[in-house]
Each structure stands twice: as C-alpha cells, then as structure tokens.
C-alpha cells in the first residue's frame, strides 16, 4: 500500500526546516484533547523511499535538479521557499517510534546526501525515548538528530490518566533524564487549561514541578483549545468538562512560571493557540516575565488579548 503523505504539523521553530516523513499518525493515539492523531493508525513508511526522497531533494539543492521521474514523492518544491536547506523535521506525530535501525540508516543517508545540514529535528513521545538506551540516543545525535519534542501537557499523574497520555510523570521525567544524557537538546510543551476550572491551580503547580525535574533547554506553554471530533470536546458538550477562561489561562502561565526552577531554560507562549504571548530565559527573567502577566492580569482588558478567531492550533 502506498505511503500517504501526513498534514504538515509543527513546532513554530520548525518554519524553516523541511518535511521528511518517517510516518504518519501517532503511536499513541489516545490522547482525549488531540485532533491530529488521536486514534489515526500509526504507519511506517518504507526506509528505501525515505532515502528516494533524500536522493531526490540532494539533487535539487545541489543541482538545482527536479527529477520529474520522481513526480509525487517529493515534497512540494513551490511551498517550501522558507527551508533554509540546513534544518529537517521528521515527521510524523512521534518519528523516534520509527525502527533503531532504520532510523540509522536513514539519519546516515541525510548526512551522506546532505552534509551542509546544521539540524534534524522530531517529536518524540517519552515511551519512544524509554525504549532506547543513552548510548542509542548519542549515536543519533552524532548522526545531528539534534532536538526532540515532546508533550509533557500536565505535571499531574491524576490529570495524564484522564486525558489517556499513556505515560505517567515519573516517566516523562525519566526520558527527559535519559535525552539529556544522551546530549540531545529537548524542548517539552504543557498546555494550559488541561484540567479546567476546577483543577486549574493544582494542574499549573504540578505541571511548574515536574517541568522544572524535567528541567529542558526549551518550554512551551499551549493552551487547551476544543477540537470537534475529539472526546475532551464530546466531554465539554455533554457539561462535564468546564474550560477555563482566557485569563484564567494567565492565571495557569504565571504560575508555572513563578513556580519553575529551572537551570537554564528558554520558555515561551508563543504558539498561537495561546491568548497572551510571553517569552524569556528562566530563571533569568523570571520577575520581568511576572510582572509582564501580572500587568495583564490587573487589567483586565479582553482586547490586549488575541482574539479567538485568531487562535490556532
Ligand atoms: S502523544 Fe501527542 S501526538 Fe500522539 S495523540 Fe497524544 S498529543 Fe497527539
């Protein structure tokens, strides 16, 4: 069967980077709150058509040759003026699951065509980065598998369970253990709101604590947004889930934030999907970025915030 193609999803540092994929779906597609993957059948594609493609795009960037023979299996020439022809995402929904071996070989093939690339990225879920050893890891960044992301989503176990993460904190914080070992630079989202109303202090004190244990170069805070089609939506329909309001989701950032203890991380709110976008280094920055929400928080005025029909996914 033919090896379809995945939707391009990404991390906003990934603009400038080009698609690969290794997959398509997600290996644990049981995530309430997740419209993109969640029970989407996890594929693998075939290791000799990724190394095509590779062939294929070597050509193009070193040759300025479109090999018309490869019609279809490249991605998208005209859309992707942004690469910058150093960075790579693999995708899918987590391409750490793709074979060890494989991804060796594809990693090398990257290297061998494209000895210019700086960067090659993935999402990557904790169970993927469980089931390699550090020495594993190091030899993929070796091969410049240089960034992981992952989702922390909550630091609260009680909270991973109902949204079926498939993995508890203990366990989050053992990969991101094992990534930082390895030398691997890891950056973690956790989304505001998870938990709603009612869980909503204790979701954002968790999720500072076991964000800071995990204690990545890079954080990033999403907030919840409501998928038709997804159980957490059927869930918030049917009243039993009680979203929290936009500034209540300040209310979560600024307490992460207050709470955090990090040796040296870069975090931010800047996915669009968020109602108020913050940066900076913490533990470095920390006051300015508290006072910044705090400014908001006192204010109280709806427009300072992106407006809904602006938020994204
Ligand atoms: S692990 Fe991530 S990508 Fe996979 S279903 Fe859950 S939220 Fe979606």
Redesign the pocket.
Known sequence: MQFERPEIIRPPSELRSYFLPLTSG?S????T??N???KSKLKIRDADEVKKEIDALALYKNYGIYSSSLGGLVFDWEGKPYWDEKRIFLQD??ALVYPYPKLKEVLRHLNEKLPNLERIAA?A?PQDILRRSVDELKTLKELKLEILYT?L?SGSDQVLQKVQ?GVNTSQMIEAARKVKKSGITFSVTVILGLDGIEGSEEHAKATARVLSEMDPEYGAALTLTLVPGTPMYQDWKEGNFHPISPFQSLEELKLIIKDSNFTDCFFSSMHASNYWAIRGKLPQEKERMISELEEILTRRDPSLLRPEYLRGL
């Open positions: 997600c644990n597609n049981t995530c709150f997740c993109y993957y969640f929904g987590d999402y879920t989702g989503e993460k």
